[in-house]
């Protein structure tokens, strides 16, 4: 990986880290305030019979983006990186597979399937963060471009010297 | 031309130079990956959110998707309308027996074999089965279930088993009848006794989950809570007192890799048409037998010579022997005979249906199981799993009774449609 993208990396991920930790640790203390009925704050909601989990897997990839900044450009950091990201695309697909889920069906007393209107109004704001949380998580592609691009040119490398050895 | 011993080895050597590089390995993105996985601090929240994924994935898609969005529907509004319209003319036994109340507006309270039978099988279960062997399906193509045995290997080893032993439970959350015949890789007798007793007494099936997700969502992390607990408490005392080795086993760890659609569609398959060809005619053939014990009179002297130990010792309504009964045929047909019951009047407390949910889920393998047992132990191993059973329902009814009388959960339970 380049000097560029283990710099960006370390200061990136340290930042968005304690984001993530940051809402881990609010869905606990509305989980602890509120109950499973939670709040919602604007677009943001943080609810559901779920949220204990989806707060215990936020702190944990929170924490382990925070343990990936030293040495970044070490591949083993960022694998740390790339496991915390992997977490949040699993809960905020899951959120959005709920959403799709509950898009489909008419409900009990209505036609077989949502009218347009209602189809759509299924994806409207409030959203779990892990949703909030997915654009940024998508950063990680960088860093692991940048090793690829990396990794393959020193293989060029190696293969001419050998060619011409 | 003979070598000797040394000629050959000389001949490896020779061979080996000529062909084998050796140089520095430089480990990649995925090793790296594949690494922490399976090392504790990384390894145990990564498997916390993979099975995060797998529950909410399953919800949504066997709860949310099918069997409310669609399947509901079809068997409330067409189904059974069209039963009762077709057996309108038949003897009020074979109605009875076949369609069930006349009066029911919806198949989970009709209670007939083609009405009620057929909507746990085909609405509730199916759907469950295929949303978790699907993922399952994944999980072991991206070369994910190895590293979770690895991860759980120091877990298990202190129940005498091996991390391996993850494979055949977690295969039993679908179906129990996969995850005991997957537990012959298993090395000793006493490893797969003890996996087989375990999974069959403690590791709820797909069908049931499903059941319990539409029935009691708010109590299900509960009931699982309390599984586990048994499942390792129950383990150590097995690893203590049942004779014999628990040795380590050599597994192939793969490296990860993206899963393929067409071993994803045959596991699948495979997977769900066994569950159709074996699980199926056992939840109808549950469905008909408890039907004629009820129109027969049998289910209430049952129920009166149980309910000693039902009230007495579990504390939980008489009237819940009927769904014990069941349990021996179906465990998912048994909760929903709870629901059924309270739907039709039975007053039951949050705890009681939390107590009785967990106590139907340990109390006996289904019979499908309980068939398999047979074959893959023999006659005294599994004599000593009914044993272990027997001592482990009457421990944790008793137990459960006790925290029970402190009032928790003392509301009436209503349950939901």
């Given at each position: 990986?380049?000097?560029?993208?283990?710099?960006?990396?370390?200061?990136?991920?340290?930042?968005?880290?304690?984001?993530?930790?940051?809402?881990?640790?609010?869905?606990?203390?509305?989980?602890?305030?509120?109950?499973?009925?939670?709040?919602?704050?604007?677009?943001?909601?943080?609810?559901?019979?779920?949220?204990?989990?989806?707060?215990?897997?936020?702190?944990?990839?929170g924490a382990i983006y925070l343990s990936s900044v030293g040495n970044f450009g070490n591949v083993r950091q960022l694998a740390k990186s790339l496991a915390a990201s992997i977490m949040i695309w699993i809960v905020a697909g899951m959120a959005i597979w709920a959403m799709i889920a509950g898009s489909i069906p008419g409900g009990e007393e209505g036609p077989w399937f949502n009218p347009p209107a209602d189809f759509i109004a299924t994806y409207a704001p409030p959203y779990v963060p892990a949703i909030f949380l997915l654009p940024f998580s998508l950063a990680i592609i960088y860093p692991i471009r940048s090793r690829r691009r990396i990794t393959a040119t020193d293989r060029e490398q190696q293969n001419y010297a050998g060619d011409h050895a | 031309?003979?070598?000797?011993?040394?000629?050959?080895?000389?001949?490896v050597e020779r061979i080996s130079k000529q062909t084998v590089e050796v140089g520095k390995y430089k480990a990649t993105l995925k090793d790296a990956l594949a690494d922490l996985t399976v090392r504790p601090a990384i390894g145990i929240p990564f498997a916390i959110a993979v099975i995060y994924g797998f529950w909410t994935f399953f919800c949504e898609f066997a709860g949310t998707l099918f069997t409310d969005g669609f399947f509901v529907k079809i068997f409330d509004g067409y189904w059974l309308p069209?039963?009762?319209?077709?057996?309108?003319?038949?003897?009020?036994?074979?109605?009875?027996?076949?369609?069930?109340?006349?009066?029911?507006?919806?198949?989970?309270?009709?209670?007939?074999?083609?009405?009620?039978?057929?909507?746990?099988?085909?609405?509730?279960?199916?759907?469950?089965?295929?949303?978790f062997y699907l993922i399952f399906a994944i999980l072991e193509d991206v070369g994910y279930m190895p590293r979770l045995a690895v991860l759980v290997d120091g877990l298990l080893h202190k129940i005498g088993l091996h991390g391996y032993a993850v494979v055949p439970t977690m295969l039993?959350?679908?179906?129990?009848?996969?995850?005991?015949?997957?537990?012959?890789?298993?090395?000793?007798?006493?490893?797969?006794?003890?996996?087989?007793?375990?999974?069959?007494?403690?590791?709820p099936c797909g069908a049931q989950i499903g059941i319990m997700q539409g029935m009691i969502p708010g109590l299900i992390g509960w009931v699982f809570l309390a599984l586990v607990i048994g499942y390792f408490a129950v383990g150590w005392v097995l690893n203590k007192i049942v004779p014999g080795e628990s040795p380590e086993i050599l597994m192939d760890v793969p490296p990860y890799q993206a899963p393929t659609a067409r071993n994803v569609w045959t596991k699948l398959w495979t997977r769900?048409?066994?569950?159709?060809?074996?699980a199926v005619p056992f939840v109808l053939l549950g469905c008909l037998i408890v039907n004629?014990?009820?129109?027969?009179?049998?289910?209430?002297?049952?129920?009166?010579?149980?309910?000693?130990?039902?009230?007495?010792?579990?504390?939980?309504?008489?009237?819940?022997?009927?769904?014990?009964?069941?349990?021996?045929?179906?465990?998912d047909l048994a909760v929903g005979t709870i629901g059924m019951l309270a739907a039709g009047g039975m007053t039951i407390t949050l705890f009681q249906v939390f107590t009785a949910v967990v106590l139907l889920s340990i109390y006996f393998p289904c019979l499908a199981t309980f068939a398999l047992m047979i074959k893959e132990l023999n006659w005294k191993q599994t004599l000593g799993a009914l044993a272990t059973l027997i001592v482990v329902v009457f421990v944790f009814g008793a137990i459960l009774h006790l925290i029970g009388s402190s009032g928790i959960g003392s509301s009436a339970w209503v349950p939901l449609e």
């Amino acid at each position: 990986m380049s000097n560029t993208a283990a710099k960006f990396g370390s200061i990136y991920f340290g930042i968005f880290g304690a984001i993530v930790l940051i809402f881990g640790i609010a869905g606990f203390v509305v989980m602890g305030a509120y109950g499973a009925e939670g709040v919602s704050w604007g677009p943001l909601q943080m609810s559901g019979l779920f949220m204990v989990w989806w707060s215990i897997i936020l702190v944990a990839a929170g924490a382990i983006y925070l343990s990936s900044v030293g040495n970044f450009g070490n591949v083993r950091q960022l694998a740390k990186s790339l496991a915390a990201s992997i977490m949040i695309w699993i809960v905020a697909g899951m959120a959005i597979w709920a959403m799709i889920a509950g898009s489909i069906p008419g409900g009990e007393e209505g036609p077989w399937f949502n009218p347009p209107a209602d189809f759509i109004a299924t994806y409207a704001p409030p959203y779990v963060p892990a949703i909030f949380l997915l654009p940024f998580s998508l950063a990680i592609i960088y860093p692991i471009r940048s090793r690829r691009r990396i990794t393959a040119t020193d293989r060029e490398q190696q293969n001419y010297a050998g060619d011409h050895a | 031309m003979e070598l000797s011993t040394d000629q050959r080895w000389d001949l490896v050597e020779r061979i080996s130079k000529q062909t084998v590089e050796v140089g520095k390995y430089k480990a990649t993105l995925k090793d790296a990956l594949a690494d922490l996985t399976v090392r504790p601090a990384i390894g145990i929240p990564f498997a916390i959110a993979v099975i995060y994924g797998f529950w909410t994935f399953f919800c949504e898609f066997a709860g949310t998707l099918f069997t409310d969005g669609f399947f509901v529907k079809i068997f409330d509004g067409y189904w059974l309308p069209w039963l009762q319209n077709v057996f309108a003319g038949a003897p009020t036994w074979v109605f009875n027996v076949f369609v069930g109340d006349p009066l029911a507006t919806n198949c989970f309270e009709a209670f007939g074999v083609l009405s009620s039978g057929l909507f746990l099988a085909i609405g509730v279960v199916l759907p469950a089965i295929v949303a978790f062997y699907l993922i399952f399906a994944i999980l072991e193509d991206v070369g994910y279930m190895p590293r979770l045995a690895v991860l759980v290997d120091g877990l298990l080893h202190k129940i005498g088993l091996h991390g391996y032993a993850v494979v055949p439970t977690m295969l039993s959350l679908g179906c129990n009848v996969p995850g005991v015949t997957a537990c012959r890789p298993l090395d000793t007798r006493k490893q797969r006794f003890l996996a087989i007793a375990l999974l069959s007494v403690f590791v709820p099936c797909g069908a049931q989950i499903g059941i319990m997700q539409g029935m009691i969502p708010g109590l299900i992390g509960w009931v699982f809570l309390a599984l586990v607990i048994g499942y390792f408490a129950v383990g150590w005392v097995l690893n203590k007192i049942v004779p014999g080795e628990s040795p380590e086993i050599l597994m192939d760890v793969p490296p990860y890799q993206a899963p393929t659609a067409r071993n994803v569609w045959t596991k699948l398959w495979t997977r769900v048409w066994r569950f159709l060809k074996v699980a199926v005619p056992f939840v109808l053939l549950g469905c008909l037998i408890v039907n004629v014990l009820y129109m027969t009179g049998a289910m209430d002297a049952i129920a009166s010579a149980l309910s000693p130990v039902i009230t007495g010792v579990f504390g939980l309504p008489e009237e819940t022997a009927s769904a014990m009964v069941a349990g021996f045929l179906r465990k998912d047909l048994a909760v929903g005979t709870i629901g059924m019951l309270a739907a039709g009047g039975m007053t039951i407390t949050l705890f009681q249906v939390f107590t009785a949910v967990v106590l139907l889920s340990i109390y006996f393998p289904c019979l499908a199981t309980f068939a398999l047992m047979i074959k893959e132990l023999n006659w005294k191993q599994t004599l000593g799993a009914l044993a272990t059973l027997i001592v482990v329902v009457f421990v944790f009814g008793a137990i459960l009774h006790l925290i029970g009388s402190s009032g928790i959960g003392s509301s009436a339970w209503v349950p939901l449609e």
